[in-house]
């Protein structure tokens, strides 16, 4: 055996007696994290059983969870990735939601169901990319599938959501933009929903708006990380946080979006997305949705509006309205 040899049994023997030490007194991370947590207005605290040190990284704690006698299933304990996720992007308020679109789409959301369609349809307007250039996450960008696609491009087609506006704060100026954006510039309709749900990715759009990229939360995490420990920050489910995340001119949208994840371990996805898109009931375990208000816009032809709720058992004097 060479010296290069023994010389490479050495780094790796010393590296791993090094996480073990920083392991051992991993209240030290714990309470890192934790004032950082604090100087940015979160009251959330995490434990020493959330993180752990590996050879390269300060990450969520993992475990391993036995589905069936011939599978084991790998789980991340999720509150440091929960606390950080719900700071950029917390539950909306309240549960009314408006979501302007076309007669035609309201047609089909009058059978009592949404149609989720995946992020990669929404490229242009920066999904995932601003996230990842702001917080130095290149390798989503580079790195490719066994298939050969960018990762990026996989995740996109892998997220599908649909949209709505927070009716809070939403000036007049940002509802004339909705309707002219979503909404046939007036020709179209905007539905008011009612929305009961806890469903984990249910959530608002963070906006990204002349910031300091170096005060984003979790770039001040990954620079403290590797300043005291000579570790990198890594969370357990960054690959969905891009989805949330739009440049600052968008905020015009005052946007809430409903996401579901293909692939994740945080809840159970057994819809059908083999046309493209996914169908979410009005009625299923991860939200109670209803229409409590149609507004039709005012180069909308209220009466066929009116024609289109009753062929679909809606009664129109309860919903109907027309914009001024």
Known sequence: MTSEYFDQVKKQME????????????????EAINQIFSEYGI??????????????FLTNNHYTEKVD??????????????????????????NKFFHYTTVSALKGILKNELKLK??????????????YQDHNLEGYTRNIDELGILMERVLMEQCFAICFASPIDLTQHKDKTLWSSFADNGGGVRI??????????FRQIF?????????????????????????TFALAGVSKIGAFYLPGDYDIENEVRFLFKKFTDEYNFSFDGSNGYIMLP????????????????KLCDIESIRSILVENHYNPENLLEQDA
């Open 15 to 30: 590296l791993m007696a090094e996480t073990n030490r920083l392991n051992s007194r991993i209240s030290e991370a714990v």
């Open 192 to 201: 008011e929903f009612q929305i009961d749900t806890q469903h984990s990715d």
């Open 207 to 231: 906006y990204h708006k002349n910031l300091d990229k170096g005060k984003l939360l979790l770039n001040r995490l990954a620079k403290d990380t590797l300043e005291k420990f000579n570790r």
């Open 118 to 131: 995946p992020l990669i349809k929404n490229e242009n307007y920066s999904e995932f990319k601003l996230f």
């Open 69 to 94: 006698i011939e599978t084991t299933l790998f789980k991340s304990l999720r509150r440091l990735s929960q606390i950080i996720f719900e700071h950029y992007y917390p539950k909306p308020k309240g």
């Open 43 to 56: 009251e959330q605290k995490i434990t020493k059983n959330d993180i752990k040190f590996t050879d390269s």
């Open 282 to 297: 009005f009625e299923s375990d991860f939200a109670k949705i209803s229409i409590t208000k149609i507004r039709a816009g």
